[in-house]
C-alpha cells in the first residue's frame, strides 16, 4: 500500500496503519539520525522521537511532499529542538579501531579504509551545522534539491550554494586532517 493511502487511512481514524508506515521507514529515518548525531543512544533517541512527533502531526500532514521528506523535516526540527536542550554526545568506537596497529599484511588496508572513514566522520562534523545537514540530505540521502529545499525551509538556489561550501569545506578539511 502507498504512503499516501495508509496516511489517508490514519487521517479517517485507522490510527493502526502508522505501524506499517513506521516499519516501512524506521531504518532509513535511525540511518538518518545516526548520521545527524553520530551514536547510536542519541540516534534511536531522535528516531523514536521523530515518529512519535510523526504520529501527534499526521492529521496535519497535507502530502505536497513525499512522506519520508516531512519525516526527514520533523528530525531535523527534533534535531535543532534536543540539540538546544543537550549537546549530543559524538562517540564513535570505529575510531578507536582504526587507531591499532595491525597485525597483518591485509589489516592495513582495512585499517586505512577505516581511517579514512573516520577522517571523513570527523571533517563532516566540522561542518556548520546548515551544510552538513544539506551534504547529508544531498549525499547521503540522495534526496533532490526540491526535496531538501522544503525540507531546510530555504530556496533551491541557497541548497546548492551551501553544498557547493560544504564540499569545499570537506575537501579543505580532509586535506587539513591528513597532513
Given amino acids: 500500500m502507498e504512503d499516501h493511502v495508509l496516511v489517508q487511512q490514519f487521517q479517517q481514524g485507522k490510527h493502526d496503519v502508522f505501524e506499517i508506515l513506521v516499519e516501512r521507514y524506521k531504518k532509513r529515518l535511525y540511518a538518518f539520525a545516526f548520521k545527524l548525531v553520530q551514536n547510536h ?17 499526521l492529521d496535519q500532514f497535507r502530502g505536497e511532499g513525499s512522506f519520508i521528506s516531512w519525516l526527514f523535516t520533523i528530525t531535523v526540527n527534533t534535531y535543532r529542538s534536543l540539540k538546544r536542550k543537550k549537546s549530543f554526545k559524538i ?47 544531498r549525499t547521503f540521502e540522495q534526496l533532490s534539491y526540491q526535496e531538501i529545499a522544503q525540507i531546510t525551509g530555504i530556496s533551491q538556489e541557497s541548497v546548492k550554494a551551501n553544498l557547493s561550501y560544504a564540499r569545499q569545506n570537506l575537501r579543505n578539511q580532509l586535506q587539513e586532517l591528513m597532513q
Avoid: C, G
Fill in 91 to 137: 562517540v564513535d568506537m570505529e575510531v578507536e579501531e582504526v587507531m591499532q596497529v595491525p597485525t597483518k599484511e591485509n589489516d592495513v588496508t582495512h585499517n586505512f579504509s577505516n581511517e579514512l572513514q573516520a577522517l571523513t566522520k570527523t571533517a563532516i562534523e566540522k561542518l556548520p551545522p546548515k551544510q552538513k545537514l544539506i551534504l547529508i540530505l
Fill in 41 to 57: 543512544h542519541d540516534a534511536e533517541d531522535l528516531s523514536q522521537e521523530t515518529f512519535l512527533r510523526a504520529y501527534t502531526s
